[in-house]
């Protein structure tokens, strides 16, 4: 069997804000109650940790205090993204001084680089620090989409582990597993996807939804890795309706409202994220029922 160092669910964890600051009481709270729910493994400062919005200094902090609360217990991929590559390469040195086990790293976004400034890019992290980089492909943000051949290019780079697909193409991954090596760490970014994403042979998932409900898409990916689909579809069909109902507006803003519901943090974003809009916290709610993380 090949070796897989990041498998199972990941927590693209929520950035917790209050009043315009970062919450770290409840970011802290937030990573035990992930640990505890079964969760293999965190992210802090992607995309649904709003990194975009906040400034080098809180992104540092944030990812200093998920290696800090998670003391070894499950790994940490840090966000270390960025349009500008000396950015990242600032980013991932300062995950690996804390102590991060790995980056994510996504594809640069707004400037448009071609599939040889994609490689360049991470070719040029992998160079400057020595620590895993997964790399983030969701063109659907980005615009930049990293092509099956760019990801071969980049599997033979000796820091470059894995990828996490946001594309929702799960023709994709049968590609990369014919390309990529034995140890390519593929992690799907879209859970609704998930269960053909591992059908197909994905060793996981960097999920939203995980951070509302860790204990039931634990259990998904556990029985998945365990090849019992039967268990997963269990799951997929009690969580499929809360992973389609936590993007029905900006995310995170539905993922914070469901979180306040659970007395977990505030429903606070930062612009040009707006608040979770009220004409779709009904459809929120039935679907945190349907999952049976509320009764009414």
């Given at each position: 069997m090949p070796h897989i160092p990041f498998r199972g669910a990941f927590t693209a964890l929520i950035t917790p804000f209050r009043d315009g600051a970062v919450d770290e009481d409840a970011f802290v709270a937030l990573v035990e109650r992930q640990i505890a729910g079964g969760i293999h493994g965190l992210v802090p400062v992607g995309t649904t940790g709003e990194t975009s919005t906040l400034s080098h200094d809180e992104h540092k902090r944030v990812v200093e205090l998920c290696v800090k609360t998670a003391r070894g217990r499950v790994p940490v991929i840090a966000g270390a993204g960025s349009n500008a590559t000396a950015e990242s390469i600032d980013l991932a040195r300062y995950a690996k001084s804390v102590g991060a086990d790995a980056v994510l790293v996504v594809a640069p976004y707004y400037n448009r680089p071609s599939q040889e400034g994609i490689y360049r890019h991470y070719e040029a992290i992998n160079d400057a620090v020595q620590i895993p980089i997964v790399t983030y492909n969701v063109p659907g943000r980005t615009v930049a989409d990293i092509s099956n051949e760019t990801l071969e290019r980049l599997s033979k780079l000796p820091n470059v582990v894995g990828i996490k697909d946001a594309t929702s193409d799960l023709t994709r991954i049968s590609i990369q597993r014919l390309t990529?090596?034995?140890?390519?760490?593929?992690l799907s970014g879209d859970d609704p996807t998930g269960l053909g994403y591992m059908a197909h042979g994905g060793h996981g998932c960097i999920s939203v939804t995980s951070n509302v409900a860790p204990d039931a898409v634990s259990a998904f990916y556990a029985a998945c890795l365990n090849k019992d689909y039967d268990t997963a579809l269990y799951w997929q069909d009690r969580l499929i309706r809360l992973h389609k109902a936590l993007f029905l507006d900006a995310s995170p803003s539905p993922t914070k409202f469901a979180l306040a519901q659970l007395g977990l943090c505030s429903e606070e974003v930062?612009?040009?994220?707006?608040?979770?809009?009220d004409a779709v916290k009904p459809q929120i709610l039935a679907a945190m029922r349907d999952a049976g993380l509320i009764n009414s």
């Amino acid at each position: 069997m090949p070796h897989i160092p990041f498998r199972g669910a990941f927590t693209a964890l929520i950035t917790p804000f209050r009043d315009g600051a970062v919450d770290e009481d409840a970011f802290v709270a937030l990573v035990e109650r992930q640990i505890a729910g079964g969760i293999h493994g965190l992210v802090p400062v992607g995309t649904t940790g709003e990194t975009s919005t906040l400034s080098h200094d809180e992104h540092k902090r944030v990812v200093e205090l998920c290696v800090k609360t998670a003391r070894g217990r499950v790994p940490v991929i840090a966000g270390a993204g960025s349009n500008a590559t000396a950015e990242s390469i600032d980013l991932a040195r300062y995950a690996k001084s804390v102590g991060a086990d790995a980056v994510l790293v996504v594809a640069p976004y707004y400037n448009r680089p071609s599939q040889e400034g994609i490689y360049r890019h991470y070719e040029a992290i992998n160079d400057a620090v020595q620590i895993p980089i997964v790399t983030y492909n969701v063109p659907g943000r980005t615009v930049a989409d990293i092509s099956n051949e760019t990801l071969e290019r980049l599997s033979k780079l000796p820091n470059v582990v894995g990828i996490k697909d946001a594309t929702s193409d799960l023709t994709r991954i049968s590609i990369q597993r014919l390309t990529c090596g034995d140890d390519w760490v593929m992690l799907s970014g879209d859970d609704p996807t998930g269960l053909g994403y591992m059908a197909h042979g994905g060793h996981g998932c960097i999920s939203v939804t995980s951070n509302v409900a860790p204990d039931a898409v634990s259990a998904f990916y556990a029985a998945c890795l365990n090849k019992d689909y039967d268990t997963a579809l269990y799951w997929q069909d009690r969580l499929i309706r809360l992973h389609k109902a936590l993007f029905l507006d900006a995310s995170p803003s539905p993922t914070k409202f469901a979180l306040a519901q659970l007395g977990l943090c505030s429903e606070e974003v930062r612009l040009p994220i707006a608040p979770c809009s009220d004409a779709v916290k009904p459809q929120i709610l039935a679907a945190m029922r349907d999952a049976g993380l509320i009764n009414s």
